[in-house]
């Protein structure tokens, strides 16, 4: 790094995340575990402070000019960038649409920014653009603004995607991960784990009796179905992707402080699936989804929201998997198929690099 | 590239772009210049067409819940990080500030998305984040969300930064690269390819009499004050950043089909970085700057918008350098200090590599 030019605005305070246990990025600060929660919130939140960043949902709520917006952004740094079930293209619209549907917005434009590697060859660049038309014209979404750059051979693998997305709220509508509170009911939309044994299925040659594809798809029209079903009584929703089902709990009882009962037997799950975590040594619930969605919602809707989940096309085999409580608080736990109970931690290491 | 799972929504439709011409991406398609050009209009248009996109403004203009927005993505890929006057933290926010401002908005709320190198420095990543939140202060934009992925040594170059913006455009502002006409008047808010020179400096450890710095800096408040002057007289604002002044002025005259005359001797360019120009065989008119507003104004409004440019304190310089005219159509043509003339045409190769 050269030492010419330090940055003007550079004041000299000392980093707030401690640089002795943090010297240097590892993948683990992009895990979406323990380390990327540290990276956020010790350098990143303390930094950028403000209500809106602190409430840590998968987009940004604000009202310019009296609307009511949810914005979001995130890149896809995904390898292979092309994989059963989808390519690096049709995920950074679905991942984007998904967050600001989260928020309980209605998604309606997104912009798509490009970081090519030199060589990159353009006709897979012209695959993966077709299929983000594709994908955005099925999820009602407009591309209206981009960016290209070009970095040298070496400094970049392909192609990387940074995709921003832009929400209406209705009226009415208040989704928060803070809503979480004791009593409320966590639904799941359908088999977890499914994207990560997918792209680990490519990455690692193994082999299924059927082609295992990602589950990687647009949740707003279930979304819009919930919020007609429930109303109000949605509190939080949630696309559990890196870091599974367990980490996107494990932020939701953190941040509401309260705790999260799972019933490991209810959580869908298919076998392949499941064969392939056993052989992989993962955890199924730390693996990512990019088509599922948790929902938190007032018991007396339970039913109603489920029913609706079960007839999206994409919610077939959605369940109740748990209960909010009120403690322990900040905590996860699964009762097991057989009968024991453990707590659900954030990872604190990398599982998974590069799973989106 | 793995052949596995082609693209579920990839049709099989030829690419606009065609391949033989353009086999893999190359470092001028990046550049801002004709390749760019070529790949954007070849390949991003053509897949994703949309009246809102096809504008090719600095960004997009949407309506959300009755809200007039302006919507902008960039990502920066500059080496090196650090450079005189800046570093990639700052300019990733005054990039996307500018380009929110020269659609003629009030930049509010922006984003930041991170893709960092495995193995990067933390204490860099402090300075630049301590850096992005300054230049958010200076600029009066608050980071409401953001993203981070790591990605494996040797698959980056440190940090590659993507912010998006958001702004809120005033009742009858209408700034479009469409509303060039002849008779307008052409207006620059300081001297030309300092980004650009002080970035080479460092790179190529060329040596000035004093410290060459990046006019790397937010333009919103200039904005502000030319529309409280000059209102609807203000037809277009452009930053003239990746391809300078000549590709800025390029591409307004081929979208709004008007030719545009500029008179040399009113450029305004420091010795320095004359001298920096031909020292690297550079044209100053193609170098990048970060820190300065083009405006296409009626003629009758042309003094008191140049009067407000200079009372600004970025725009002590500030000049009239051209106008508008009919023919020839599409076409820049400078009017040289030595009396001839010649066409100022985009450059079709790559002349600095990641300035930005």
Known sequence: MSEEGKPVSFDGLACPLPLAEHPTVQMAHGGGGRMSQKLV??????????????TLHDGALVELGGARLAFSTDSFVIRPLFFPGGDIGSLAVHGTVNDVAMCGARPLVISAAFILEEGFPMEDLWRITRSMKGAAADAGVTVVTGDTKVVDRGKGDGVYINTSGLGLLQDGVEISPLRARPGDVVLLSGAIAVHGIAIMSVREGLEFETRLESDSAALNSMVASLLETAGEDVHV?????????????????????????????????????????????????????????????????????????REHPRGGEAAIIGEVVAEPAGTVVLHSRIGGERIVDMLSGEQLPRIC
């Open 41 to 54: 919130g010790g350098m990143f939140l303390e930094a950028f402070d403000n209500p809106v960043l602190r």
């Open 237 to 309: 929703l949630r696309d559990p992707t890196r870091g599974g089902v367990a980490s996107a709990l494990n932020e939701i009882a953190a941040g509401a402080g309260v705790g999260i009962r799972l019933d490991e037997a209810s959580i869908p799950i298919s076998e392949e699936v499941r064969g392939g975590c056993e052989i992989l040594g993962l955890d199924p619930l730390y693996v990512a989804n990019e088509g599922k969605c948790l929902a938190i919602v007032e018991r007396s809707a339970a039913d109603a929201t489920l029913a609706a989940m």
